[in-house]
């Protein structure tokens, strides 16, 4: 698990950026995006790579960050990683652009582009550049309509959609 954290700041150390031309959405209502997020689909990392069932979970620090706590099965090892760290608002909480960290003072970009404002039902989450991207939901599947809607916004974006992975939620 130490490992999955390391690899995941290293991609990140510094970059708490966002992509040129994107932005973050407004009227963000952090204690609305607080619990449990399948993720639907993801570009390819090498701290990712092989997880199904992955899911992240977001809850309040004390300090008025958020815990985030990732998990995936690796099917090759049959277990469970882990990865748990912290974010911070880089602007303000209304704003949904964060910085996350897994691994000590090293920060990555946490940069959500797309929300379902009425039951934050989804999101599309962005790093620091474009080849980090995900597509997260409250529940394992998420409406084709509203897939295609998410897929169409990130390729017009620039991000590599053709190179998506569909994250397989079912238990084997």
């Not at 690796?74 to 949904?96: H, L, M, N």
């Not at 009425?118 to 897939?147: C, F, H, M, Q």
Request: charged residues 20%.
């Amino acid at each position: 698990m130490k490992l999955l954290a390391l690899l995941s700041t290293l991609f990140l150390a510094g970059c708490a950026g966002i992509p040129e031309g994107v932005s973050p959405v407004q009227g963000f209502e952090p204690a609305r995006y607080l619990g449990a997020w399948y993720e639907i689909a993801r570009l390819d990392h090498s701290f990712e790579r092989g997880l199904t069932r992955v899911t992240a979970t977001y809850s309040l620090r004390e300090n008025g960050g958020i815990n985030v706590v990732n998990r995936g099965f690796d099917a090759q090892k049959q277990e469970w990683r882990e990865a748990t760290g912290k974010a911070y608002f880089v602007e303000s909480p209304d704003i949904g652009r964060l910085k996350v960290s897994f691994f000590g003072p090293f920060y990555g970009g946490y940069n959500i582009i797309e929300l379902d404002k009425e039951n934050y039902a989804y999101a599309l989450v962005s790093g620091p550049t474009r080849s980090y991207l995900w597509i997260l939901a409250r529940d394992k599947t998420l409406d084709s309509s509203v897939l295609h809607q998410l897929v169409t916004k990130a390729e017009a974006l620039g991000f590599a959609t053709d190179h998506l992975i569909y994250v397989d939620h079912a238990d084997k």
